[in-house]
């Protein structure tokens, strides 16, 4: 902690020089001089200063994953996209007709996909990895040995798609989930608290617009709490906040309890960052330059955007909220998780339990009754579906299988012509801007 650091923690909750030197026990002059570099600190300064800012803390378990990935490549071969950036099997992937936003066609395994426009080069080829599509693609980077670091190095490598042609890469949106989980030593954050403390004027923040979401539903005459949802930044910004109660969000969608959630999920808040178009770009670009953690970088982020206070009872700001910096400094325990997970069949299987199987328990009586087998023999007769049959691909293809086979090459050394005046440069425009 430098002089400067000290000067403007005291500045932003609009303390004077009085006032902190009575609190760290020294004199006024004294802390001048340490805010202005002629005097050092010793430790029993720090941890006094820790305390009266609440910059200490780091106890509320983390979880921090990638969540939304879509890349955008100006390249007319899908096949090529899947070979050699994602290093997937393009026979694996299905195929349809039709696409999104423009695109015509659309390239799929599960929640994989991969979107094109033969009819229009300048659209190129796109990525699109949601929620689940993150997960299932970390099966293929842990198989290969690999983390979502070297992923986005692959995307700068040179003559990637050989015979030297240089492809037009983007990175057009990135969100990181950052999850605090249950504690069972430590109460978890209230996000009600923070709502009250931006609309009492408690929190300063670089962006220009605050907005919620709460309240109830009803479902078969139960009320249902809906969760509360706080958003940060405009969505058609490039740079966007958006933190909820991740557990009344499952609650509501898979119909459980919040203490059913709490012993199957074991998360409380999600605290989420969307990064589009250049913040995207500027994001990986800084990961790439600095050798630092996307974690790291997410939760500099969070913390440079907004700066939440106490105040007396008179709405006087005193401190940083402690209970907010509970949250930021457990941030810095965290660590990206690779937690792949491979395509399974229990949304049909609770369809099977909810809907389906009285009427075949029913007929299997009737058969054991009878000396009938119709059950099987209709079973053997039904036909699959297009959707069936692709459904049945992803779920029995192993991982191996999914891996294109090839001679790996020497890994390029990984580096790129970035000052590092220009990678100072870059994290100012991507946090200030």
Same mark, same amino acid.
Not at 32 to 37: G, L
């Given at each position: 902690?430098?002089?400067?650091?000290?000067?403007?923690?005291?500045?932003?909750?609009?303390?004077?020089?009085?006032?902190?030197?009575?609190?760290?026990?020294?004199?006024?002059?004294?802390?001048?001089?340490?805010?202005?570099?002629?005097?050092?600190?010793?430790?029993?300064?720090?941890?006094?200063?820790?305390?009266?800012?609440?910059?200490?803390?780091?106890?509320?378990?983390?979880?921090?994953?990638?969540?939304?990935?879509?890349?955008?490549?100006?390249?007319?071969?899908?096949?090529?996209?899947?070979?050699?950036?994602?290093?997937?099997?393009?026979?694996?992937?299905?195929?349809?007709?039709?696409?999104?936003?423009?695109?015509?066609?659309?390239?799929?395994?599960?929640?994989?996909?991969?979107?094109?426009?033969?009819?229009?080069?300048?659209?190129?080829?796109?990525?699109?990895?949601?929620?689940?599509?993150?997960?299932?693609?970390?099966?293929?980077?842990?198989?290969?040995?690999?983390?979502?670091?070297?992923?986005?190095?692959?995307?700068?490598?040179?003559?990637?798609?050989?015979?030297?042609?240089?492809?037009?890469?983007?990175?057009?949106?990135?969100?990181?989930?950052?999850?605090?989980?249950?504690?069972?030593?430590?109460?978890?954050?209230?996000?009600?608290?923070?709502?009250?403390?931006?609309?009492?004027?408690?929190?300063?923040?670089?962006?220009?617009?605050?907005?919620?979401?709460?309240?109830?539903?009803?479902?078969?005459?139960?009320?249902?709490?809906?969760?509360?949802?706080?958003?940060?930044?405009?969505?058609?910004?490039?740079?966007?906040?958006?933190?909820?109660?991740?557990?009344?969000?499952?609650?509501?969608?898979?119909?459980?309890?919040?203490?059913?959630?709490?012993?199957?999920?074991?998360?409380?808040?999600?605290?989420?960052?969307?990064?589009?178009?250049?913040?995207?770009?500027?994001?990986?670009?800084?990961?790439?330059?600095?050798?630092?953690?996307?974690?790291?970088?997410?939760?500099?982020?969070?913390?440079?955007?907004?700066?939440?206070?106490?105040?007396?009872?008179?709405?006087?700001?005193?401190?940083?909220?402690?209970?907010?910096?509970?949250?930021?400094?457990?941030?810095?325990?965290?660590?990206?998780?690779?937690?792949?997970?491979?395509?399974?069949?229990?949304?049909?299987?609770?369809?099977?339990?909810?809907?389906?199987?009285?009427?075949?328990?029913?007929?299997?009586?009737?058969?054991?009754?009878?000396?009938?087998?119709?059950?099987?023999?209709?079973?053997?007769?039904?036909?699959?579906?297009?959707?069936?049959?692709?459904?049945?691909?992803?779920?029995?293809?192993?991982?191996?299988?999914?891996?294109?086979?090839?001679?790996?090459?020497?890994?390029?050394?990984?580096?790129?012509?970035?000052?590092?005046?220009?990678?100072?440069?870059?994290?100012?425009? *991507?946090? *200030?801007?």
């Amino acid at each position: 902690m430098k002089g400067e650091q000290i000067k403007k923690l005291r500045q932003r909750i609009g303390m004077n020089q009085t006032t902190l030197a009575e609190k760290l026990e020294i004199s006024k002059g004294y802390l001048s001089k340490i805010e202005n570099n002629q005097k050092k600190l010793n430790s029993s300064i720090i941890n006094k200063l820790q305390s009266i800012f609440h910059l200490t803390g780091g106890i509320l378990p983390m979880e921090a994953k990638i969540d939304f990935l879509r890349i955008r490549l100006k390249i007319d071969c899908p096949t090529q996209v899947i070979t050699n950036i994602l290093k997937m099997d393009p026979n694996v992937f299905g195929y349809k007709s039709y696409g999104f936003n423009h695109y015509t066609e659309t390239y799929f395994f599960s929640e994989i996909f991969i979107f094109s426009n033969p009819n229009d080069i300048n659209m190129g080829v796109m990525i699109e990895l949601r929620g689940q599509g993150c997960r299932e693609y970390e099966l293929i980077l842990e198989e290969r040995k690999e983390n979502w670091n070297d992923f986005f190095w692959r995307l700068y490598q040179d003559d990637l798609f050989g015979k030297g042609v240089l492809i037009d890469t983007k990175i057009t949106r990135i969100d990181i989930a950052l999850d605090e989980m249950i504690s069972c030593l430590y109460k978890n954050y209230d996000l009600h608290e923070l709502k009250r403390k931006c609309e009492q004027g408690l929190v300063d923040t670089t962006f220009r617009n605050f907005d919620y979401r709460g309240g109830f539903s009803f479902r078969k005459g139960d009320r249902v709490n809906k969760g509360l949802s706080l958003y940060f930044g405009s969505r058609q910004s490039p740079y966007y906040l958006n933190f909820y109660e991740k557990d009344y969000e499952l609650a509501k969608k898979e119909g459980l309890s919040i203490e059913m959630v709490h012993q199957k999920y074991g998360v409380k808040n999600r605290y989420e960052i969307r990064l589009a178009n250049e913040k995207a770009y500027l994001f990986v670009e800084y990961l790439l330059s600095t050798g630092e953690t996307i974690e790291w970088v997410a939760r500099e982020l969070i913390d440079t955007s907004l700066k939440v206070f106490d105040s007396d009872n008179q709405g006087n700001r005193i401190s940083y909220s402690a209970n907010w910096r509970m949250v930021i400094e457990s941030m810095q325990e965290l660590k990206l998780t690779m937690k792949g997970e491979k395509p399974n069949y229990e949304k049909s299987l609770r369809w099977l339990s909810n809907y389906l199987a009285p009427t075949l328990k029913k007929i299997w009586i009737m058969d054991q009754t009878f000396g009938t087998d119709e059950l099987m023999t209709r079973i053997q007769q039904a036909e699959l579906k297009e959707k069936d049959q692709e459904e049945l691909v992803k779920l029995t293809t192993t991982i191996k299988e999914l891996l294109v086979q090839e001679e790996e090459e020497a890994v390029s050394s990984k580096t790129v012509s970035v000052t590092q005046q220009e990678v100072e440069q870059l994290l100012a425009q *991507f946090l *200030f801007e």
